[in-house]
T-cell receptor, first 114, second 109 residues
């Protein structure tokens, strides 16, 4: 299957700093990328959908100024958690698809804010 | 409607192999997830299948048949620490996860 690489897999940052998570499609051009967050003891929650070259569409309740998404190319999308706080500690996972094909998931990023 | 079915509980012996089955019916399909959850802890991601076939990751393997709406998680060389609940989840056309109730796996020495 297609490969989606997410980096870093784990990151620890200090409260108030910003963290950038990268999501790359290694062997296909991803016209659409999705960003999810997993809350403790809950399912993955879709945060936003981004199409290459346009602004991301955020789900209700997700702060777009806090979770900055940039889908600048067909192989890279980034999620920046700005001014991170301990409550932002979570598991973030991206997925990518080309056109109407299946979406493939990255391995996820465990963010811990201390 | 949307429905995920998996057995409520299974028992297996340490060192053996166990297969946990999951059948799903969802509005659209964008992949099948398996999670492991130990009592009192958050679920942890085990596998994701979107194409038919078997994906192997060490002692754990996951299989998907989209035409049959069927998946299984295969655990080999069972260890006592594998005692946990195993959750099957299907992602629907809106990219939301539909969860099964979980299978409690009991490992006996």
């Amino acid at each position: 299957g297609a490969v989606v690489s997410q980096h870093p897999s784990r990151v620890i940052c200090k409260s108030g700093t910003s963290v950038k998570i990268e999501c790359r499609s290694l062997d296909f051009q991803a016209t659409t990328m999705f960003w999810y967050r997993q809350f403790p003891k809950q399912s993955l929650m879709l945060m936003a959908t981004s199409n290459e070259g346009s602004k991301a569409t955020y789900e209700q309740g997700v702060e777009k100024d806090k979770f900055l998404i940039n889908h600048a190319s067909l192989t890279l999308s980034t999620l920046t958690v700005t001014s991170a706080h301990p409550e932002d500690s979570s598991f973030y996972i991206c997925s990518a698809k080309a056109g109407d094909t299946e979406a493939f998931f990255g391995q996820g990023t465990r963010l811990t804010v201390v | 409607g949307q429905n995920i079915d998996q057995p409520t509980e299974m028992t297996a012996t340490e060192g053996a192999i166990v297969q946990i089955n999951c059948t799903y019916q969802t509005s659209g399909f964008n992949g099948l997830f398996w999670y492991q959850q130990h009592a009192g802890e958050a679920p942890t991601f085990l596998s994701y299948n979107v194409l038919d076939g078997l994906e192997e990751k060490g002692r754990f393997s996951s299989f998907l048949s989209r035409s049959k709406g069927y998946s299984y998680l295969l655990l080999k060389e069972l260890q006592m620490k594998d005692s946990a609940s195993y959750l099957c989840a299907s992602m629907d056309s809106n990219y939301q996860l539909i969860w099964g109730a979980g299978t409690k796996l009991i490992i006996k020495p």
